[in-house]
């Protein structure tokens, strides 16, 4: 990983920013990829109640989602145990907050604008992309240079 960074490091409009919204856009795809067969593997292979399959394909992805944002996306420093301890609780806090954002706005577009639930998905994962990185971004994870400046 350290290589690829040196190399893109060589484009010069290539800043932390950006490599922050790659890699959070990458790390998301693998999430999606994670949540989408945990789901198919309970509901569909194994036959469970979709309710209960979409819940732990969500605990999955959150899990996967959590690891590869702190180490991969935002280098987060939690250098004590109540740093680490607010670190995860907002994280999953903050993911059960768009959980429910995802559920109303599916509510809405698939019930009141008769949206393709499939479609609905689509566009509603995309605004909880967005609200999970800048979550993510500002709220959660907190780099050695943000430590140093408190």
Do not use: C
């Not at 945990?38 to 989602?65: E, M, P």
């Not at 009141?112 to 800048?134: C, D, G, H, P, S």
């Not at 709220?139 to 408190?150: D, G, L, T």
Request: charged content about 20%; hydrophobic content about 55%.
């Amino acid at each position: 990983m350290k290589k690829i960074r040196a190399l893109l490091d060589k484009i010069p409009w290539y800043t932390d920013e950006i490599h922050s919204i790659v890699m959070y856009l990458i790390m998301g795809g693998f999430t999606t990829l994670i949540n989408i067969a945990t789901f198919w593997l309970f509901a569909s292979f194994l036959n469970w109640d979709y309710r209960i399959a979409n819940g732990i394909a969500w605990i999955a992805s959150v899990l996967f989602a959590y690891l590869s944002n702190k180490k991969y996306v935002f280098d987060s420093y939690t250098p004590t145990r109540k740093d680490r301890f607010r670190e995860i609780t907002s994280f999953f806090g903050f993911r059960f907050l768009t959980f429910i954002v995802d559920t109303i706005v599916m509510i809405i577009l698939v019930s009141f604008f008769l949206m393709n639930e499939t479609w609905a998905k689509v566009w509603t994962n995309v605004i909880i992309l967005v609200l999970n990185y800048v979550f993510s971004k500002f709220f959660i994870f907190k780099s050695k240079k943000q430590h140093i400046q408190e």
